[in-house]
Nanobody, 113 residues
Framework: VQLVESGGGLVQPGGSLRLSCVVS????????MAWYRQSPGEQRELIAS???????NYAESVKDRFTISRDNAKSTVYLQMTSLKPSDTAVYYC????????WGQGTQVIVSS
């Protein structure tokens, strides 16, 4: 199973970014997906998840600002981030659990003026 994230970068406070994660090596529609983030010196934090039926959950820190979605035809999960804050600066990882956890390599998001 391979996960490859993209879409990170530098954005000003209040801006938006969309992260993508392409999954290969498994039957993507069968499994839930999640986005985590990790800031320097902090533990990795679960921020959004979507199950195989499209049901979503969010951490309070990103609720109403971030939206997770999936395109089963493209084996891709997205994280649309809006109203970004400096505290959203982190490396963002997508993940899935298929008998074990699989992770992407991460994509850096920096929110700064």
């Amino acid at each position: 199973v391979q996960l490859v994230e993209s879409g990170g970068g530098l954005v000003q406070p209040g801006g938006s970014l969309r992260l993508s994660c392409v999954v290969s090596g498994t039957i993507f529609p069968l499994y839930g997906m999640a986005w985590y983030r990790q800031s320097p010196g902090e533990q990795r934090e679960l921020i959004a998840s979507i199950n195989n039926m499209g049901r979503t959950n969010y951490a309070e820190s990103v609720k109403d600002r971030f939206t997770i979605s999936r395109d089963n035809a493209k084996s891709t999960v997205y994280l649309q981030m809006t109203s970004l804050k400096p505290s959203d600066t982190a490396v963002y990882y997508c993940s899935t659990h298929i008998r074990e956890y699989y992770w992407g390599q991460g994509t850096q998001v920096i929110v700064s003026s």
